[in-house]
């Protein structure tokens, strides 16, 4: 299977619920970073967590990182129907040029009103 | 906030022909990249540009495709014969490259569709 994997591929909850989306991976990261897309959009950076990190907020995001598991969740608590979107989880490669971001194919989230 | 723009936002031209896409990248910021993203499939990596040169590039970057930094705004991707495939939305993205290449929070532009006919 291709690397960057999330899922559920999509999503559909109440104006109020939580969701929660996960990520996995295959290789060493030294980072793992959270993207959101608005239909037909441009990509809008949410979180980055670093390899020694295990959870990190930001507002109404929580994202988890277990590097045994090579895994990733995000959290958005009391979702907005505003929260409709695509989220990505994308980490960089561990090259010598080390700066290629490796995307997973997004989980698609409606919130409904 | 700073962000990086590009232009133009939608572009259709006919096969074999020549496209440029423009960017323009966060002011202080030292890497720049393109990725592309073909309707209803993951974003991809294509290029990405440190110090005037072209420091990775994916596969998908072959002789058709070539960047510049024409002077010290913009970023530009170049198509030399576009070919129906090519048809996607591009995305320039930028990081600061202050922190560790690897550990740089890349930002995204609102991307251009290019249209392929």
């Known amino acids: 299977s291709q690397q960057g994997e999330e899922d559920p591929q999509a999503l559909s909850i109440q104006e109020g619920e939580n969701a929660t989306m996960n990520c996995s991976y295959k290789?060493?990261?030294?980072?793992l970073q959270w993207y959101r897309q608005n239909s037909g959009r441009g990509l809008v950076h949410l979180i980055l967590?670093?390899?020694?990190?295990r959870e990190k907020h930001s507002g109404r995001l929580r994202v988890t990182l277990d590097t045994s598991k090579k895994s990733s969740s995000l959290l958005i608590t009391a979702s907005r129907a505003a929260d409709t979107a695509s989220y990505f989880c994308?980490?960089?490669?561990?090259?010598?040029?080390?700066?290629?971001?490796?995307f997973g194919g997004g989980t698609r989230v409606l919130v409904k009103p | 906030e700073p962000e990086v723009t590009q232009t133009p936002s939608h572009q259709v031209t006919q096969m074999g022909q020549e496209v440029i896409l423009r960017c323009v990248p966060i002011?202080?910021?030292?890497?720049f990249y393109w990725y592309r993203q073909i309707l209803g499939q993951k974003v991809e990596f294509l290029v990405s540009?440190?110090?005037?040169?072209?420091?990775?590039k994916s596969e998908i970057f072959d002789d058709q495709f070539s960047v510049e930094r024409p002077d010290g705004s913009n970023f530009t991707l170049k198509i030399r014969s576009t070919k129906l495939e090519d048809s996607a939305m591009y995305f320039c993205?930028?990081?600061?490259?202050?922190?560790?290449?690897?550990?740089?929070?890349?930002?995204f532009g609102p991307g251009t569709r290019l249209t392929v006919l």
């Open positions: 993205a930028s990081s600061a490259g202050t922190s560790g290449v690897t550990t740089d929070t890349q930002y």
């Open positions: 290789t060493s990261i030294n980072n």
């Open positions: 967590i670093r390899s020694n990190e």
């Open positions: 994308a980490y960089p490669s561990t090259s010598a040029a080390g700066n290629k971001l490796t």
């Open positions: 002011s202080n910021h030292l890497y």
């Open positions: 540009f440190y110090n005037n040169e072209i420091s990775e």
